[in-house]
């Protein structure tokens, strides 16, 4: 089609290269011919007007012969002084080289004679070249023509020869002829052939010979009749000669040739001009094919890192089940997912983390089989589907691979950045023989396996369909909380063991749900972390805070210092450490009133960002506490650089603390250490006598648990 289009294009221009260039030839030539009849014309008009001075020159010479009859015929024949009357009449009349008398036909008086003499005595009747016309110039009594010829004594010239009667007393007589002879240059000379020759006319004056009736030319110009010429008639006395002119166009040859050569380029410039309009559709043509390409390239691919996209990858999945279940083998769909990406994008800006998702998908790729799919889902999911295998174990294999391939250093510029990887497997035809439920499984798999703890893969359970939907539903419940005001805050105090006296007030988080009564954070604090409702709540949280801390209560005047618990997701908010300012700042409420209960797990995912946001609220006069210490793994040397005032001892040490004497020493050990890094500590969950003797025995400062008694709301809380 394109290919048609565009031979189509070309033969309609070499049509119209051809057409453009005889139409300009064709002009050419018509203009050229146009212009070769007017000069005909102009040339005709030219010959017309020198032949008729000719003859006008010619009979104004000959009519001398008149003069000089007239004369003879007044003086009877008997001419007196003839020299001096010849030399007026000379003068008179131009063009007369000399005035001859010859009575009864032989030359007696020549003016001037100078030149001439040889001439004398010359008998006109009797000489053989002479005689026919000087006979019939007597027998038609008219003047005769001779010539032109050349001269006896030179030149070229003519004769007029007139028949002179004269009334005698016998009647009338022939006397003689008076003759008048017309040098032929000089007839020439007084019209304007000489002057037309220098402007590129060429002329030729001929007679038919009397004798031989040949054509005889007997003046010329010095260059000769080019190839247009015109002729006309020059009426002498008996007879007529002919003068032809031409004129030779120079001009004619250059204007032809560049008008030629102009038609040729004119058209070659149009004809190509015309391919370029012609193309143009097919040029538009292949764009849009290009276009369309990119864009089903695009449908398919993610642009950032080349890899399939989701629709891909289901299209691809529908084919692989129908495959698999033809060649009975396993399918599993696994989904990736990077923790904590958004942090990477938030400190070290979209250009690095843009790097990270192509770096993590060549790592992706480099752990699977080559022709296993790797897709990339949006964000920082990635998906992959693995074909042809024996059981769960081969996905076991392949989702540790890919984890370990991503948590291994990324060096973005001159930082370095470490991530981990969480994977869900949902495992065809176990799970489901339906690809979309196959999707949805994967993606259950990994919020489920997210859930109990990042870098780590899970497969799919069925009873997951179910928390999935709770959790959905819950999502949106705790919304309508938020706007509610569903949500409360409780308050435990932190007793000092030494003196007994409220040290700390803990904020803790309650709901109090419409149908199923007060919630505690267990059941939402979760989903409140995963789907960013952290965020809105947690702003909640410390304005509540920072009001009871003004404004106290109705048996709390005095508010101690209040912990408030903090999720890693707020911690990663960028400006989270301005806005807590902020948020102080406006209620008036000093800084040392307030500690923000922070844990291990969450300044060890990115120790350096974590140090920065807690410095810069240490630096504002906030009190910083270590919750549920002992739970995740930081090191001593980490712990070190922590500006942290508080470390809490979390429950789970003090639970068995009266049976299990590790955990005494375990405590004994913390306690040691916090002494060490100048830091107090406090028990978590103190739920009898015992304990709390014990704890204050392993060198606890501070305490708290049920065993003071339940956290209380604010309206109830007595200390
Ligand atoms: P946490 O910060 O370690 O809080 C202490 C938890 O231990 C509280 O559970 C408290 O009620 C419970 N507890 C205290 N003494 C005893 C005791 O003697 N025995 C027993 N069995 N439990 C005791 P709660 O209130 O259910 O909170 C659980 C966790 O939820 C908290 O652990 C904290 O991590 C999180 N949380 C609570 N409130 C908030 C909040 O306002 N914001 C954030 N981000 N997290 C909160
Ligand atoms: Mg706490
Ligand atoms: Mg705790």
């Known amino acids: 089609m394109v290919g048609s289009l565009y031979k189509t294009g070309q033969l309609n221009s070499i ?101 001439n003499e040889k001439a004398i005595g010359h008998n006109l009747l009797v000489d053989d070249s002479r005689k026919k016309e000087a006979h019939m110039a007597i027998a038609k009594r008219k003047l005769t023509l001779a010539g032109p010829f050349d001269l006896i004594q030179g030149g070229v010239a003519v004769i007029g020869r007139n028949p002179v009667f004269i009334e005698g007393q016998d009647g009338e007589y022939f006397w003689g002829f008076t003759s008048a002879l017309i040098f032929l240059n000089d007839l020439i000379s007084i019209t304007d052939l000489r002057q037309l020759e220098s402007a590129g006319y060429s002329f030729e004056i001929s007679r038919l010979h009397p004798d031989s009736g040949k054509e005889e030319v007997f003046a010329r110009s010095i260059s000769g009749l080019s190839f247009a010429t015109y002729s006309t008639g020059v009426s002498v006395p008996n007879g007529t000669w002919k003068l032809t002119m031409s004129r030779v166009s120079s001009g004619v040859k250059i204007f032809l040739i560049s008008g030629t050569i102009g038609s040729f380029f004119t058209a070659l410039i149009i004809s190509m001009l015309s391919l370029r309009i012609f193309r143009e559709p097919h040029r538009l043509k292949s764009v849009v094919e290009e276009k369309t390409k990119e864009l089903e390239y695009f449908a398919f691919h993610d642009p950032l890192t080349g890899l399939a996209n989701r629709q891909r990858l289901r299209e691809s999945l529908e084919r692989q089940i129908q495959e698999m279940k033809a060649k009975d083998k396993y399918l599993t769909v696994m989904y990736v997912d990077l923790d904590d990406f958004k942090r990477v994008n938030d400190t070290m800006g979209h250009e690095a983390g843009d790097r990270l998702l192509q770096i993590v998908a060549k790592r992706i790729k480099g752990s ?83 859930r109990s703890g990042k870098n780590r893969y899970g497969f799919f359970e069925q009873d997951m369909q179910k928390e999935a939907h709770r959790w959905l539903y819950l999502e949106d419940e ?92 707020q911690v990663s908010e960028p400006n989270f450490a301005e806005y807590v300012i902020g948020v102080l700042d406006k209620f008036k409420v000093t800084p040392a009133g307030m500690e923000l209960e922070i844990t291990e797990t969450m300044v060890m995912e990115d120790v350096e960002f974590s140090l920065k946001v807690l410095n810069r609220l240490r630096n504002a006069g906030l009190r910083l506490a270590m919750d ?80 003071f008694g339940e956290p209380e709301g604010r309206d109830n809380l007595k200390i």
């Open 368 to 450: 699977v089989r080559n022709n296993d799919m790797v897709a990339r889902l949006g964000g920082d999911e990635f998906a992959i589907l693995l074909a042809d295998l024996d059981g769960r174990d081969d996905a076991v294999t392949i989702a540790s691979n890919v984890i370990q391939s991503i948590v291994l250093p990324v060096h973005l510029g001159p930082r370095e950045a470490i991530v981990s990887a969480t994977c869900g497997i949902t495992v065809f035809p176990e799970d489901s023989e339906n690809a979309d439920e196959l999707l949805r499984y994967a993606d259950l798999a990994l919020y489920a396996s997210k």
């Open 15 to 115: 049509f119209i290269f051809f057409v453009v260039f005889l139409v300009g030839i064709y002009w050419i030539y018509s203009s050229e011919l146009q212009r070769e009849n007017e000069q005909y014309l102009l040339l005709g008009q030219v010959v017309n007007s020198q032949a008729s001075t000719i003859e006008r020159r010619l009979s104004h010479s000959l009519s001398t012969t008149y003069i000089l009859a007239q004369e003879l015929r007044r003086a009877n024949g008997e001419f007196v002084d003839f020299d001096k009357y010849a030399r007026e009449v000379i003068r008179t009349i131009s063009g007369v080289s000399n005035l001859q008398l010859a009575p009864k036909g032989i030359i007696a008086q020549i003016y001037p004679l100078k030149g």
């Open 478 to 569: 705790l919304l309508n909380a938020i706007r509610n005001n569903e949500l409360i805050l409780v308050y435990q105090p932190v007793y000092s063991l030494g003196s007994g006296e409220v040290a700390r007030l803990e904020a803790l988080i309650r709901w109090n749900h419409p149908q199923r009564g007060l919630l505690l954070p267990e059941s939402f604090i979760d989903i409140a972390e995963q789907t960013g409702l952290i965020i809105p709540l947690g702003q909640w949280i410390l304005k509540e805070v920072c009001e009871f801390i003004r404004e106290g209560s109705e048996y709390v005047q005095d508010v101690p210092v209040i912990s408030v618990n903090i999720s890693a997701r």
């Open 628 to 707: 549920d210490f002992g739970t995740g793994h930081s090191s001593l040397s980490q712990l070190k650089r922590l500006p942290i005032d508080t470390l809490k001892i979390d429950r789970s040490f003090i639970i068995d603390i009266e049976t299990d004497s590790q955990d005494y020493q375990i405590i004994e050990v913390i306690v040691a250490m916090a002494r060490k890094l100048g830091v107090a500590v406090v028990a978590e969950g103190i739920e009898s006598k015992t304990q709390l003797e014990l704890l204050k025995q392993a060198g606890c400062d501070m305490g708290q648990g049920i065993y």
